[in-house]
């Protein structure tokens, strides 16, 4: 779709005129049932991306639930109710959604539609901090995705998809692939235009290993980091990233573990001594 296109390329003035020419294409005219969900769940999408509260609004009156029994011709718009529900904070209700959508495809034979929720399970996995899962989950759909050559479906996922293949390569799990599967691997990195900045990356990982960081911080880690520095209390942390509190708490536990405090008090000193923030 056009509009998600624009949208990845960073065009958001365009990705919105092209979705309002789309809503108003299904108004004027007789479109399959499939198609009006598709705009619909697109539009979601878009939301999401620029005025979450906007998507929480649509989600509650879209007349879905993560517990529904999937309806084929919606499909599309449940999707996007799972990027909803993670981004609440909902990540046991998203998880269970997209797995079912996912089996549903499998036993019907959909894998590039399998694909494309494997690759949304990565992202929910990765946003909520489950960073071995996302890691396990995205050596299988790499595996799947390389004889079609999918792209797109892991550019949309953004900056933290790339950040993720990048350090699934440079720990060496990437070496363990087919070669195949390997040099698809590698051409997805490059992708997302971040190849040059694997030195880079390298050498800040080595700088925090020495002063202490058993693991690097996860890019939602960073914000919740600085809001916290900024003497921001759960609550508001929660609801300045429209998250849940105990998604929040989760992230909390993370941040203290890499950077070996107990507190908050120390984990902001410890964090600016190695000037993550």
């Not at 595996?143 to 440079?170: T, Y």
């Not at 971040?194 to 800040?204: A, C, V, W, Y």
């Not at 998604?247 to 950077?259: A, C, D, E, P």
Request: net charge neutral; aromatic share 6%.
């Amino acid at each position: 779709m056009e509009s998600r296109l624009k949208e990845a390329e960073g065009d958001l003035e365009g990705a919105n005129q092209a979705m309002q020419e789309a809503e108003g294409f299904v108004k004027a005219y007789t479109v399959p049932a499939t198609t009006i969900s598709l705009v619909e769940a697109f539009r979601a999408r878009l939301l999401l991306s620029q005025a979450p509260a906007a998507a929480f609004h649509w989600a509650d009156l879209s007349g879905l639930r993560t517990t529904d029994e999937i309806s084929f011709i919606r499909e599309q718009e449940y999707r996007s109710l799972a990027r909803i529900a993670a981004q609440r904070g909902e990540i046991i209700e998203a998880l269970s959604l997209v797995n079912r959508l996912y089996t549903s495809a499998e036993s019907a034979g959909r894998m590039g539609w399998a694909i494309h929720l494997l690759v949304l399970q990565v992202g929910i996995y990765n946003l909520s901090g489950y960073n071995e899962k996302a890691e396990k989950v995205l050596e299988r759909v790499l595996g799947l995705a390389q004889p079609e050559g999918f792209q797109r479906v892991f550019l949309d996922e953004g900056e933290s998809m790339g950040k993720l293949l990048v350090k699934i390569r440079k720990i060496g799990k990437a070496h363990a692939m087919d070669s195949r599967v390997g040099a698809y691997f590698d051409r997805l990195i490059s992708s997302f235009g971040i190849s040059g900045d694997t030195n880079l990356l390298e050498e800040n990982e080595v700088r925090l290993a020495k002063e202490g960081l058993i693991e690097t911080l996860t890019e939602r880690e960073v914000e919740v980091l600085r809001l916290v520095a900024n003497g921001k209390t759960n609550q508001e942390i929660a609801s300045e990233l429209f998250l849940a509190v105990g998604t929040v708490k989760r992230h909390l536990n993370n941040i203290f573990g890499k950077l070996g405090v107990q507190n908050r008090t120390a984990c902001v000193a410890k964090a600016r001594e190695m000037r993550i923030i």
